[in-house]
């Protein structure tokens, strides 16, 4: 199964909770129901005997029905309003704390260089990492509802314990849940599950209301009205437990299968399963229970249970023993080794893996190009290599900038620069316009940084975005708005967009603006886009530099499988608006709709066995707008990338 059908698959999974969901809903209503009838019932005269078919006609039934139905509805809702903020929502929630870009402690800046290391090997976004520091146990996540809200927590445990190897192995296995889909649905069933729990919630406090609110019986019917209270309050909190046995029984449903994939993919991408089983011995041997109070909502996030059951049939996750048989059956030695070493010192143990503090020189890469999209989703052990060598041979100046978290966010003057090098010459009209929108000193800044993007490090230039966003998404709202408006202004200043300048463009505005969550995956026939495929196809087929006559021929045995009649090749002049216009509505393609266009958008830029920076980045900004990422092609690493002359 590849990222597309991945991708479909989490559709499905969509599906399949809201089904459980009601299932759930329909099942709570009927206990109570039953409850409410038996309780009536009760009351009845033996003269007057009532039937199950006179509940249905009596108001305690639409009060009961409506009732429970409100308060789900409103409990979902009021936890999926607190949590529209994303990832960074379920954060907070489980009061992680966010590990500053330019962090000194040695084991966050180990994590953050091995999440880096893995974002721009799989080509996505480099999301915010957290930790939690109060949670001594070895435990991770991921959450968000797209790639640019995502965050990624672990344990302070998982720092402390695990080896540099091991968290790899535990970077990979979230990754995979981020390719996969998977985190928007973890966070949608947090706020879908909320709506169940919360009548045990409410049955809690009506008992808790009755035991200190001072309610006195006067006569009879008061009294009896108590004890029906009473007597409702406890079903609630009873009806609240088969809610959380419902919850459970969701999660484990959704998330099993899905545990034992995201492992199989760790492996897949690293080409080693010491790491990730490293880890599990290490989460079998010290646990990874959770002490935070939100742990049974997140539950299902972890990447193992964070919470104790009675019943191992309803864990959201597959046992550790299962998991470690799958993806190493021989286990059992390497517990033995790590079992020796267990309480040896992470800090000592893994310094001289640090990156910042690697010396040893990688050994060349030889990958191609020629199947770009087998590896959305699923990047390999090269690219990891790949992307180590990347951030080695990043200038220590750049590297710095792009961790700049501080009020004088160097990383934005880092974005800004990298405009500037689009050219490779230093524009007075931008940096006039920098002065005079911030100051000179920052201008100053800019042109500085800009000397240090050569036109031969261009490769490089992605990598150094992708490491920048984590520091400017610390911006406040107002100061993403107005960097964006800067930046917006600085591309216009010559009445042009260049491809370039396009590609940075919308990275940042895609992570950094709190527009939407995302396309609805709704259309379903290529023909309802026809105009949109001939806008994108065209531009990146005069992408490629190739003779008019090629690029015509090309685009004729390109477009055939898209449009039964398409139109000629469009005009050379790359019109940012119609493209950006094109990739929104491409957006709504259903994942096994847009593997044929990459596909397609893959041949037209290896067709001539040569591929430029300029293609590249044409084809990494298309892959970022339909949220397939795209692992990097580096020009040191491969003798078939030219430079662009």
Known sequence: MDFFEHQEAARKKTRLLVFYFLMAVILIIAVLNLIGFLIVRSQTSPEYPFSITDWFQHSWFYAVTIGTLLLIVMGSLFRWFQLSAGGKAVASMVKAREILPDTNDLLERRLLNVVEEMSIASGTSVPTVYVMDEEETINA?????????????????????????????????????????????????????????????????????????????????????????????????????????????????????????????????????????????????????????????????????????????????????????????????????????????????????????????????????????????????????????????????????????????????????LLLSDDNQMSEPVLNLIAEKTSQKDADQVLELARHITKEQRHLRLAILDISIPSLRRLSATERKGF???????????????????????????????????????????????????????????????????KKALYSKLIQPFVKDPSPLLDKTFDAESFHQALKRLNQLTPMLKKPLIQALEDAVTHDGKVNPREIELLRAIAECLNCPIPPILEQAQKKLVKEQ
């Open 484 to 550: 964006l408006s800067l930046l917006r202004q600085a591309i216009h200043l010559d009445s042009h967009i260049s491809e370039f300048e396009y590609v940075l463009y919308s990275i940042l505005q895609k992570n950094l603006s709190d527009s939407g969550q995302g396309s609805s995956n709704s259309i379903k026939r290529f023909s309802a886009v026809t105009h949109e495929i001939e806008v994108i196809l065209s531009a990146t087929i005069h992408s490629t530099g190739q003779s008019d006559e090629d």
């Open 141 to 417: 996540f991921v959450a968000g509802l797209e790639t640019s809200d995502t965050v990624l927590v672990v344990t302070r445990g998982a720092l402390e314990n695990l080896s540099r190897q091991e968290l790899q192995g535990v970077v990979a296995h979230e990754f995979s849940h981020i390719f996969n889909s998977d985190m928007r649905i973890n966070v949608r069933l947090i706020a879908v599950l909320a709506g169940i729990l919360l009548i045990g919630q409410a049955g809690y406090f009506v008992m808790r209301y009755i035991r200190y609110g001072n309610i006195r019986s006067s006569n009879k019917d008061s009294g009896n009205a108590v004890v029906a209270i009473f007597v409702i309050g406890i079903s609630l909190f009873i009806i609240g437990y088969i809610g959380l046995f419902f919850g459970r029984l969701i999660k484990a449903a959704i998330s099993r299968q899905r545990e034992f994939l995201a492992d199989a993919s760790a492996v897949q991408y690293a080409r080693d399963n010491e790491g990730l089983a490293g880890a599990f011995i290490k989460i079998r041997q010290q646990g990874s229970l959770l002490k935070n109070s939100h742990a049974e909502e997140t539950s299902h996030m972890c990447i193992s249970e964070p919470i104790k059951l009675n019943f191992s049939g309803l864990a959201s996750h597959p046992p550790i023993e299962k998991r470690l048989t799958a993806i190493m059956p021989g286990w059992r030695n390497l517990a033995k080794q790590i079992e020796e070493q267990r309480l040896r010192e992470m800090a000592q143990q893994q310094e001289y893996e640090d990156i910042e503090l690697e010396k040893e020189e990688k050994p060349a890469m030889d990958f191609g190009f020629d199947a770009i999209v087998e590896t959305i989703g699923q990047p390999t052990t090269l690219h990891q290599h790949a992307a180590g060598a990347l951030l080695l041979a990043l200038p220590e100046v750049i590297r710095q900038a792009a961790h700049s978290h501080h009020s004088n966010n160097h990383a934005m003057h880092l974005a800004l620069a």
